[in-house]
């Protein structure tokens, strides 16, 4: 009996050692397979840049997933409460100026594009022909709205007050002789109002989803070439912590190349400029 017992158990453990070790080589085989996710958020449903970047990254055994957001707020709020890695929508001026507002540890870690902000109207073919009285709508963010006025600083329309720099508010406006009325709005809902405004200020990115061709289609158009565009250039954001994540710079890596600059050029024709 004891002998039978004694071989009995000797046979469970040598299973339970076999078993053991079948179980630890097929973990790390899926280990070894398994490919890393990376969530980045965007905004607009124009995927073309980023799904190609996806694809190259595949090849790395990156699953880039794009997440879709409709305003410019959730993005960065989802990026840091950790709903996704990674987020491209927006400009320095407007990360550096949400992350304060905001209180959250986000920095760039790589820039994409320099996309130029446009006057758009369905009633005027110039800002010339603006009547007085005129509406014209702009964005209700604040580094957006300030871009805007700016815009029309430039073009001649208003008057800043001096030293208000990038961020003017509308109370900034020193001298307004068309006396424009302006219609702060989300900078998404802008291309809706075109019917109901003389004129429009909408982001390039906005106006690409609209159908709108910021070069063909706008009737002013903001100098990317200007000393004053590094705040408007357009960047991957990342959580601080992960700032030398070495899978985030491959996702960058896989952004900043001669391909993917192409892409952009043939696929905007001017309405986005790579920066990289």
Known sequence: MKKFLGLFLTIVLSLGVLAGCGSSSTGQATGSNKKQVVKIGITGDDHKIWDKVKQNLAKENIDLQIVSFTDYVRPNMALSEGEIDLNSFQHYAYLNKFKSQHNLKISSIGETVLAPLGVYSKKIKSLKNIKEGAKIAIPNDPTNEGRGLNLLQNAGLIKLKSGVGLLPKIQDVAENPKKIQFVELAATQIPRTLQDVDA???????????????????????????????????????????KN????????????????????????????????
């Open 200 to 242: 429009a200020i909408i982001n390039s990115g906005v106006a690409i989803d609209a159908k709108l061709n910021p070069v063909k289609d706008s009737i002013y158009l903001e100098n990317v070439s200007s000393k004053n565009a590094k705040p408007y250039i357009n960047v991957i954001v990342a959580r601080d912590k992960d």
């Open 245 to 276: 994540n070495a899978t985030y710079k491959k996702v960058v890596k896989a952004y900043q190349t001669d391909e993917i600059k192409q892409l952009i050029k043939e696929t905007y024709k001017g309405a986005e400029v790579p920066v990289f």
